[in-house]
């Protein structure tokens, strides 16, 4: 009875000063009223972000506030806000995503790397030779030559499972292909080791349809799917664990029985994977020593890049100091990390998003395939290159439409390092913001009709032109690997659409999504047939 009555007054005190604390906040902004320990998480949150987001802007103006996590967070969703958070400054307070305080550090790196790196100054000399990896003209070639070569090879699955034709379409789930086929570009692109996600796909289906593998498609050992296909899952493991340390206080993640256990596990999985990570570079280390100074490297991965970065193989080192700052293997592994993590789910999910939205609007499939047919004049074998690319004018059109209509990222974070001054109000260090991108991208004062599905309207170069590149974000933290997934992106359509037609199984069901800090696609159901 004491017990109880213990615990009830704990509650009631708990609740009293939550809500004291609320209504007396610094600075109160309209905002849906928070509950106690889960704020204004609510599960539909989660399934819904992009119409979360998109109401807030709605219900509450364009600077409004939530609670996340126990942590309030001012939410803007007007561009005039826009240029003093993302500004070109390192000096800004604004150039940190998240605070890297809780049980986060623990688990991710806090001073490595160019996403979570706190450190201003360690973070640009990691951006700086990141961005020298993916953005070097060598790069974005093998960016095509990989999309390229991996999309013939998701083809010859295809043709083995289902024997795609002109008259019969075939029924599958195309997100499951394009999570596939973008872990297996992104890793040789980011490791210069293929992943064989596809093929490991291809196991489980033919094995599904107790199905006799055709002599075409060419498997590389057992083993060697198994082991490519658990490094991807412990990555997975790996990214997912972030938010279970964030959530799960010190103290429970350490006496509680089974959050003790999921927190050895997690540190078991990091364990494998960094020392996967470690075999990977050191492997590679002895490579490039073996390989003549004189010689030009055969792989321009991003490993390798990373690897020769400021030593006297590089031919972008410009001063003797500049070997003092090659890069140790700790610190390429966590770029390594940055990169996969930063470019597979980001590209799948939109490039799911991107083929619904092209096939639920018959009128634009049609004229995409005018567009390519244009290009390709009937050619459905030769290698899409950047010169094919740089014809298209409609193609990256949609993308930009898709992604202002249902953009992956719904907002983009940012917190202060300093005291500030922002939409009007005096800011303590350490508060968080959320630039709500869903807003932005569908607010009538910056778009004609923003629920109408148009194209053409970035067909005006100077349309909201600080905001076509939201899907990227912007400032100094913007996205290093924007030029390579826009590559990789409208090669995909040109590949899939010169040669295939697709059409939603149910064109009238929405997308299948679930939603964290990024829009996932749980389903994509198509048709799919032979061109005529
Ligand atoms: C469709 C694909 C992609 C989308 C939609 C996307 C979107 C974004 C966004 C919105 C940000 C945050 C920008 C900000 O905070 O202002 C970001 C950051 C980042 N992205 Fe991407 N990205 C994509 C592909 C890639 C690729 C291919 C790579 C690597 C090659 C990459 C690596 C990164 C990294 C490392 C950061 C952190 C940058 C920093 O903190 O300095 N992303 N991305």
């Given at each position: 009875?004491m017990?109880?009555t213990?615990?009830?007054?704990t509650?009631i005190?708990y609740?009293?000063?939550f809500y004291y604390?609320?209504?007396t906040?610094?600075?109160p902004?309209?905002g849906?009223l928070?509950?106690p320990?889960?704020?204004n998480?609510?599960?539909s ?12 802007n709605?219900?509450?103006?364009d ?8 942590k309030?967070i ?5 561009p ?11 000096k ?14 623990e688990?991710f790196?806090a001073t ?8 201003i ?9 990141f ?15 990989w999309?390229?070569k991996c999309f013939?090879?998701?083809?010859s ?5 289902y ?8 029924e ?10 973008t872990?297996d ?7 210069g ?5 596809m ?8 094995k599904?349809d107790?199905?006799?593998?055709s ?6 050992s ?5 082991k490519?296909?658990k490094?991807?899952?412990s990555f997975k493991t790996?990214?997912g664990?972030?938010?279970f ?6 103290l ?11 927190t050895q ?9 960094y020392?996967?990570?470690s075999?990977?570079i050191t ?8 390989e003549?100074?004189?010689?030009t490297?055969?792989?321009k991965?991003m ?11 590089d031919?972008?080192?410009n001063d003797s ?8 293997d ?9 990169a ?9 999910n ?10 639920k609007?018959?009128?634009v499939?049609?004229k995409?395939f ?5 290009i ?10 950047h ?7 409609y193609?990256?059109a949609?993308?930009r ?15 202060i390092?300093e005291p500030?001054n922002?939409?009007?109000?005096n800011w ?9 991108v869903?807003g932005?991208?569908?607010h009538p ?15 005006d170069d ?8 939201l899907?990227f974000?912007?400032?100094?933290r913007n996205c290093p690997?924007y ?10 359509l040109?590949?899939?659409f010169?040669?295939y037609d697709?059409?939603l199984?149910d064109?009238n ?9 990024l ?5 994509l159901?198509v048709?799919i047939?032979l061109?005529?």
């Amino acid at each position: 009875m004491m017990f109880t009555t213990l615990i009830f007054a704990t509650i009631i005190f708990y609740v009293i000063r939550f809500y004291y604390k609320y209504f007396t906040r610094l600075n109160p902004l309209p905002g849906p009223l928070p509950l106690p320990i889960i704020g204004n998480l609510k599960l539909s949150t989660f399934k819904n972000a992009d119409k979360f987001f998109g109401e807030l802007n709605r219900k509450y103006g364009d600077i409004c506030e939530i609670i996340l996590s126990g942590k309030r967070i001012i939410v803007l969703s007007n561009p005039k806000d826009f240029n003093k958070m993302f500004t070109m400054s390192t000096k800004s307070p604004y150039t940190t995503r998240f605070p890297m305080k809780d049980g986060l550090p623990e688990y991710f790196p806090a001073t490595f790397g160019v996403s979570s790196n706190k450190d201003i100054k360690s973070w640009r000399y990691n951006r700086h030779l990141f961005v020298q990896a993916v953005m070097s003209s060598t790069y974005l070639q093998e960016v095509l030559n990989w999309t390229n070569k991996c999309f013939v090879e998701k083809e010859s699955y295809w043709n083995d499972l289902y024997m795609i034709n002109e008259n019969t379409p075939r029924e599958l789930d195309l997100n499951k292909w394009i999570v596939r086929f973008t872990n297996d570009v992104t890793a040789v692109l980011t490791f210069g080791e293929r992943a064989y996600t596809m093929m490991a796909y291809y196991e489980v289906l033919s094995k599904e349809d107790n199905k006799k593998r055709s002599s075409e498609v060419k498997l590389v050992s057992y083993n060697t799917v198994e082991k490519s296909e658990k490094f991807i899952e412990s990555f997975k493991t790996y990214l997912g664990g972030g938010t279970f340390f964030i959530v799960v206080p010190r103290l429970l993640r350490k006496y509680v029985p089974g959050l003790k256990g999921k927190t050895q596990k997690l540190y078991a999985n990091r364990e494998y994977l960094y020392n996967a990570f470690s075999e990977l570079i050191t492997q590679r280390r002895k490579e490039i020593e073996n390989e003549s100074l004189e010689e030009t490297l055969d792989r321009k991965d991003m490993l390798s890049s990373l690897i020769i970065s400021n030593t006297e193989r590089d031919p972008k080192r410009n001063d003797s100091n500049s070997y003092e700052l090659s890069m140790t293997d700790e610190q390429i592994r966590f770029n390594l990390i940055d990169a996969f993590s930063g470019s597979s789910d980001t590209t799948s999910n939109f490039t799911s998003i991107l083929i619904y939205y092209i096939a639920k609007h018959p009128e634009v499939k049609k004229k995409i395939f005018e567009e390519i047919d244009n290009i390709f004049n009937g050619d459905i074998t030769r290698p899409v290159s950047h010169n094919d690319i740089k014809e298209l004018k409609y193609c990256p059109a949609v993308i930009r439409e898709v992604s202002r209509f249902h953009p992956v990222l719904p907002m983009i974070p940012r917190y202060i390092t300093e005291p500030d001054n922002l939409a009007g109000y005096n800011w303590p260090t350490g508060t968080q913001f959320y630039f709500n991108v869903v807003g932005i991208l569908q607010h009538p004062s910056y778009w004609d009709d923003p629920k109408e599905f148009i194209p053409e309207r970035f067909f005006d170069d100077q349309l909201n032109k600080d905001l076509r590149n939201l899907l990227f974000g912007f400032g100094v933290r913007n996205c290093p690997g924007y030029k390579s997934s826009m590559i990789e992106m409208q090669c995909f359509l040109c590949l899939l659409f010169r040669k295939y037609d697709v059409e939603l199984v149910d064109p009238n069901a929405p997308l299948k999504t679930v939603i964290g800090f990024l829009t996932a696609c749980l389903e994509l159901p198509v048709r799919i047939k032979l061109r005529k």
